[in-house]
């Protein structure tokens, strides 16, 4: 009898084994999913006014966008926007009300005096878009905006790189700690908000280490409209350009941080002057300055090919 009941039960254990390897597999697979299926959301953010006690010198405060809030220096001349071009994408986008405090991705609002303009850009509730990840951001939006899907491709700071057209195609990236692998883990789609779950990725595992992998060194003269000053620590990025009769060249800079805040446009202090111009000379240094953050000639660099 005994020995009919252990017969017996064999087949229970091995169902119930059975049962529980599909369940491991089963919640395993769910992780997997859930983990190289980023979900963004926009968060809400708050507009509050800063009350300004300083005047910015070439601020235009019902301009709606860069190319009408901020006017060049005197004697200097934005240089021409192509038709279609990243500068030309940069100088029309909409910006925020002129004198407020920066909107923070968790629905509160920051004091930040450099702030010279603050650009209409929505923020992720996860807290992502920092400074390397906001450049990301108008670099991706741009190409996304023109159809030009192929080249909205980054790469993550262990150097594999996240490609929106395999995305598209239901790829994913699985990524733990400094390994990453591309796996077939959704369905095909090309959503904005798919569009906006790949950009939430990349902002995950890429940052100013692979911006500078994906980069190239550039000389003062050289540089121009989207490229970036980017060392291990922070990036800005070029966000407009005027010149001279001389030739003398001088720059807007834009950039984000932590915490997660609005892409905005610095400005900088001349004595008792505020100015969100800065000049070529000033870059032309071995170290210089920009917003608050302290940078060198070897850190100007120009990402993939420029625009």
């Known amino acids: 009898m005994k020995k009919n009941e252990e017969i017996a039960e064999k087949p ?4 119930a084994r059975i049962i529980f390897l599909t369940a491991i597999i089963a ?17 809400e953010l708050k507009i509050e006014p800063a009350g300004r006690f300083y005047e910015i010198q070439n601020l235009i405060p019902d301009g709606k966008n860069l190319g009408t809030r901020i006017t060049p220096p005197d004697g200097y001349v934005r240089i021409p926007a192509e038709k279609g071009s990243f500068c030309e994408y ?11 405090k920066l909107p923070v991705y968790d629905g ?6 450099d702030a010279a303009a603050v650009f209409d ?17 108008l670099y991706s939006d741009y190409f996304y905006e023109r159809g030009q899907y192929d080249k909205i491709s980054f790469m993550f700071s262990n150097g594999d790189v996240c490609s929106y057209n395999n995305w598209k195609k239901g790829k994913r990236m699985l990524a733990f ?32 280490l692979s911006l500078q992998k994906e980069s190239r060194h550039i000389s003062v003269d050289e540089l121009s409209i989207g490229d970036i000053i980017c060392n291990d620590t922070h990036v800005v990025m070029v966000v407009d350009e005027a010149v001279n009769e001389k030739g003398e060249k001088c720059y807007l800079f834009g950039q984000s941080f932590i915490p997660s805040v609005c892409f905005h446009i610095l400005s900088r202090t001349e ?27 070897n850190d100007i660099l120009r990402w993939k090919d420029g625009f």
């Open 121 to 137: 850009i929505s923020l992720g509730t996860d807290g992502y878009q920092q400074c390397a990840d906001s450049v990301i951001r």
């Open 12 to 15: 229970k254990k091995k169902t």
């Open 271 to 297: 004595g008792s002057t505020y100015t969100p111009w800065y000049t070529q000379e000033m870059l032309e240094k071995d170290s210089f300055v920009i917003g608050t953050f302290p940078f060198g000639k």
């Open 108 to 113: 509160t609002a920051m004091d930040y005096s």
């Open 177 to 208: 700690a400094g390994f990453s692998c591309e796996i077939p883990a959704a369905l095909p789609g090309d959503s904005e908000q798919q569009y906006r779950n790949y950009l939430k990725e990349v902002m995950r595992y890429a940052g100013t």
């Open 27 to 43: 919640a395993a697979l769910t992780a997997v999913y859930f983990r190289a299926n980023p979900k963004w959301k926009a968060a």
């Open 90 to 100: 940069l100088r029309n986008y909409p910006l925020l009300p002129d004198d407020i």
